[in-house]
């Protein structure tokens, strides 16, 4: 098993910046990509980004790109998302996701086997 907490939420201005951080728990010795997902009200749960087992492949939304930067560390057992350029339409519940490491990082939720329980992202216009 593994534990995922999400922290670094909070209410910014439209163009401000925030890092979130997931920190892993557990079984963290094993290999595993993580990816970021995101979720507003009344919609699907979207994919953000992810990052493989060891940093070396990301992928993100197009909406996000030039914007938003996945990092891990591996020592820490915690991957990053620095948003910066906030704009309205990020606003969220952002998850935290691990899954098994694969050739390619996906962006398919069911494919990612941990969660955590998600923290608030609010931008103002």
């Known amino acids: 098993q593994v534990q995922l907490v999400e922290s670094g939420g909070g209410l910014v201005q439209a163009g401000g910046s925030l890092r979130l951080s997931c920190a892993a728990s557990g079984r963290t010795g094993s290999t595993y990509d993580m990816g970021w997902f995101r979720q507003a009200p009344g919609k699907e749960r979207e994919f953000v980004s992810a990052?493989?087992?060891?940093?070396?492949?990301?992928r993100y939304v197009e909406s996000v790109k030039g914007r938003f930067t996945i990092s891990r560390d591996a020592a820490k057992n915690t991957v990053y998302l620095q948003m910066n350029s906030l704009k309205p339409e990020d606003t969220a519940v952002y998850y935290c996701?691990?899954?098994?490491?694969?050739?390619?990082?996906?962006?398919?939720?069911?494919?990612?086997?941990?969660w955590g329980q998600g923290t608030q992202v609010t931008v103002s216009s």
């Open positions: 996701a691990a899954g098994p490491a694969r050739r390619t990082v996906v962006a398919t939720p069911t494919l990612y086997n941990y």
């Open positions: 990052i493989n087992w060891n940093g070396g492949m990301t």
